[in-house]
């Protein structure tokens, strides 16, 4: 099975795993720290439990945030490896408003060259490779798995531009601060108007890629997990995904996994 394949089912088997701790009856919502008992915990290590039988399969290592600790000594000699977040947006799942992910992202020296995202809830579809493309879609019928010519003509091409809509900026529904308002503030004096839009988890990148937002400023902590596969999509999709000074390139594989201030554009 070729890699974006791979990618594909094993997001989509993990998000329908997702959805069996998130929509059971007895999960108790208010555990909000991952405890080991909490729906987040248990729906964090199924995901991760599914994505990584898939991925096995595969001559890649994978670095996952639900995986074991692996130091810089081993992963600094990886050229090419799987990032996984299992489950990205804590916040989302717990507040039960549905805008949670499943991502991976496939890296080659330090850069996503292919990305994945599903959003369990709604059954959406991301997905993008380098030199070749993005697509969004619904995704009705899983059947007995997805291949990826099937999707292409199922999906839509992104991004779709909308001339009729105002400059937007996307943010974080959890996280807003200082850098983040003076950045929208110098954008309001460059575009008149602006409209602002919140969204959850990795969902906020797709909007970029998709067409939906224009720019999507993060001036808070991130991890290389939240955002690989999500930087793959919009930068299949023609977008840029750079450091605070809008040209250096956000790197993977760092010795230290979190993320610099980025702006998606």
């Not at 805008?99 to 997905?127: D, H, K, Q, S, W």
């Not at 010519?149 to 909308?162: A, F, S």
């Amino acid at each position: 099975m070729e890699d974006i394949t791979l990618a594909l089912n094993a997001a989509v088997r993990a998000g329908e795993k997702i959805l069996e701790v998130y929509n059971d009856p007895n999960s108790d919502f208010s555990i909000e720290r991952k405890a080991d008992n909490s729906p987040l915990t248990i729906a964090d290590k199924m995901s991760h439990e599914v994505i990584a039988e898939y991925l096995q399969s595969s001559s890649y290592p994978v670095l996952s945030e639900e995986g074991k600790e692996i130091s810089y000594n081993e992963r600094k000699e990886w050229q090419k490896f799987w990032l996984v977040d299992p489950l990205d947006g804590t916040k989302e799942f717990i507040k039960r408003n549905g805008e949670f992910t499943v991502n991976i992202a496939l890296v080659e020296e330090g850069c996503p060259v292919m990305g994945v995202i599903y959003v369990p809830v709604t059954r959406t579809l991301y997905f993008g490779q380098q030199r070749v493309g993005a697509w969004k879609m619904e995704l009705h019928d899983f059947g007995t798995g997805l291949t990826i010519d099937e999707l292409k003509k199922q999906g839509v091409k992104i991004p779709v531009t909308d001339t009729e809509r105002k400059f937007t900026v996307v943010g974080s529904r959890s996280h807003s601060n200082e850098e983040t308002a003076a950045f929208i503030k110098k954008l309001e004096e460059e575009h008149g108007e602006i409209e602002i839009m919140s969204k959850g988890s990795s969902l906020k990148i797709c909007m970029v890629a998709e067409g939906s937002a224009d720019v999507y400023p993060r001036f808070g902590p991130t991890m290389e997990w939240d955002t690989g596969a999500g930087h793959a999509i919009a930068v299949a999709a023609g977008k840029n995904v750079t450091l605070a000074d809008h040209k250096t390139p956000l790197k993977y594989n760092k010795e230290n996994l979190l993320n610099p201030f980025f702006i998606v554009h």
